[in-house]
């Protein structure tokens, strides 16, 4: 088989995935290639209107196989074929040319029309992003930092970088809504003419519910196709809906195939996603799935003094401390409590102080008393590893009794006022330095173990209850 018969038929296989059969069969599989050389690929067609339907409706997907097949800076040419005992035809270039189409004998034709690959300018359209969702705004912890450092890369340079698509998953206010807006904001300052669309899957649903009772789907489908950076939020939302993901299938290929950017949001991983069709679930992979989860104490203070420095509020000291460890579940509350405490204290006349604080939290969240002993954390930790009391008191070296040993020591340390003699003194007879070397062991450890982490974190739910 001839080399661009070969290219042909990679171009087609690209072709079938992203369009239907009837359209396949009535518009590509008609098409001969002719040949390939210095990088003009000219494909016969059976007439001038075929030229002239596909450039108007898929001449987009037709270049993007082309380039992805045979590389980039590849031309294309048309051959409407006139007499085929002679091989005249007439040879047309891919988008308007200033100057006719020349009757040509194809055997002497020399390659000198080259057609630079040029869209005319789309109209702008409204990202509906929120401003006020941006970088600056997003506070990094060790529950986002992957999902924002990989947004901030695709801000600085959308669809070129190996996070394509970003899918970003997590439970219901951790910030996944507030980091996809963020990476709209910063694509729109970095590149003003970049077609960006932020939508919910909702109002995907909704608009293209439309289309199909107005016969609009290929205007709808056609606009799609024209965004070059989309971010969907709550995707899970297409579960159960075949039609919506099909239609959104063809899109994810189209935009993912000519280097354009997508972030896509859901309230879990792709793994856990019911509902949706594989070939999604398995594009959804092709990126980065990062998973934003709910922050810690140190990323909870840092968003409140955030927020309270530019609100141009004054609240002590304590009672952040006091908001940051009983509001625990999601930056949304955080944000109530501050929106509560300044409401109240403004329409009372009340100080805003501890007692006030307590009050409104308690409304929000059920406050659980906090643990004060080493003896109970000590408990805890050895129930959850299944182990005695005493063994953790002991020098073995089991890998499950060291880890049950320093966690305990970490949690003493973040959850008692206990001084670091003491914690060594109540597990396992051991001075300041060890508890303080077992402190940060279980901090890198639960920076690069997922599941040490989430061992710890179920101890300190435990020990809440």
Not at 57 to 78: F, P, Q
Not at 209 to 234: E, G, H, K, S
């Amino acid at each position: 088989m001839s080399y661009h018969y070969q290219l042909w038929n990679s171009c087609l296989n690209i072709i079938k995935d992203n369009v239907n059969e009837s359209s396949f069969n009535t518009w590509f599989a008609p098409i001969v290639p002719v040949k390939f050389e210095n990088k003009i690929f000219v494909l016969q067609v059976p007439s001038q209107f075929f030229v002239e339907y596909i450039e108007e409706k898929y001449i987009d997907l037709l270049r993007m196989s082309l380039t992805r097949v045979a590389g980039n800076g590849t031309k294309l040419e048309y051959r409407v074929l006139i007499d085929k005992s002679s091989g005249t035809g007439t040879l047309i270039p891919s988008t308007a040319e200033t100057s006719k189409p020349v009757q040509t004998n194809y055997s002497s034709q020399q390659n000198t029309i080259i057609s630079p690959y040029q869209r005319l300018q789309l109209p702008d359209i409204d990202p509906q992003l929120n401003p006020s969702y941006n970088f600056a705004s997003l506070i990094e912890g060790r529950s986002n930092k992957l999902a924002r450092t990989a947004g901030m890369s695709i801000a600085n340079d959308p669809g070129k970088t190996i996070f394509n698509p970003l899918f970003m998953y997590g439970k219901s206010g951790v910030g996944k809504t507030h980091l996809a807006n963020a990476i709209g904001v910063l694509t729109k300052q970095q590149f003003p003419g970049k077609r960006v669309l932020y939508v919910s899957a909702n109002t995907f649903l909704i608009q293209y519910t439309d289309a199909v009772r107005n016969n609009t789907q290929n205007d709808f489908l056609n606009f799609y196709q024209t965004i070059d950076v989309l971010i969907m939020d709550d995707i899970q939302e297409f579960a159960g809906k075949t039609a919506t993901q099909n239609t959104f299938f063809h899109i994810f290929n189209h935009l993912h195939q000519t280097g354009k950017q997508l972030v896509l949001t859901a309230d879990r991983s792709p793994l856990e996603m019911a509902g949706l069709e594989q070939r999604l679930l398995t594009r959804f992979k092709w990126g980065l799935s990062a998973e934003i989860e709910k922050p810690d104490y140190e990323l909870r203070k840092s968003i409140l003094e955030s927020k309270i420095y530019r609100d141009g509020l004054e609240i002590p000291e304590n009672v952040v401390d006091y908001i940051a460890e009983n509001v625990v579940d999601n930056v949304r509350d955080l944000e109530g409590v501050l929106i509560s405490l300044l409401a109240h204290s403004t329409l009372t006349n009340m100080p805003i102080d501890i007692r006030l604080a307590e009050k409104i939290i308690s409304r929000i969240v059920n406050i659980t008393p906090k643990v004060t002993t080493i003896e109970q954390i000590r408990e805890v930790v050895c129930d959850y590893f299944k182990l005695s009391v005493d063994a953790i008191s002991t020098k073995s070296r089991k890998l499950e009794v060291v880890q049950a040993r320093q966690i305990a020591m970490y949690l003493s340390k973040n959850m008692t006022k206990n001084s670091l003699s003491m914690i060594g003194n109540y597990i396992g007879q051991r001075d300041h330095a060890t508890v303080l070397h077992a402190c940060k062991k279980v901090v890198d450890m639960m920076d690069t173990d997922k599941h040490f982490r989430k061992s710890v974190e179920e101890i300190e739910e435990r020990l809440k209850k």
